[in-house]
């Protein structure tokens, strides 16, 4: 059975800093693109960042780039999303997923396998 497990989670102040981790266990997704997404309340699902296999390439939300970092470590079949300078817009569930194809994606329909979500909130 293929899952996605995150976590990292949790409350922080503005400004503030926070390591989501994205664990696959299942099958090795080495050859996948892996994305984050997040969903603030009340509003859809939104790509937040991509990163294709072996870490060739990597692609950000304008609103996020320059904050936040993705990286993967495949020997770990691990996805990382470092978020710094957090800010209160930020507040959102984060999900991991991983793509059907091997580059980054930025639409929901080009991945296979998405994890349960992780809640972050940053406080003002």
């Known amino acids: 059975q293929v899952q996605l497990v995150e976590s990292g989670g949790g409350l922080v102040q503005a400004g503030g800093s926070l390591r989501l981790s994205c664990v696959a266990s299942?099958?090795?997704?080495?050859?996948?693109?892996m994305g984050w997404f997040r969903q603030a309340p009340g509003k859809e699902r939104e790509f937040a960042a991509g990163i294709s296999w072996r870490g060739a390439s990597t692609f950000y939300a304008d609103s996020v780039k320059g904050r936040f970092t993705i990286s993967r470590d495949d020997a770990k079949n691990t996805v990382y999303l470092q978020m710094n300078s957090l800010k209160p817009e930020d507040t959102a569930v984060y999900y991991c997923?991983?793509?059907?194809?091997?580059?980054?994606?930025?639409?929901?329909?080009?991945?296979?396998?998405w994890g349960q979500g992780t809640q972050v909130t940053v406080s003002s």
């Open positions: 997923a991983a793509a059907r194809g091997s580059s980054w994606y930025k639409t929901e329909d080009d991945y296979d396998y």
């Open positions: 299942g099958r090795t997704f080495r050859r996948s693109g």
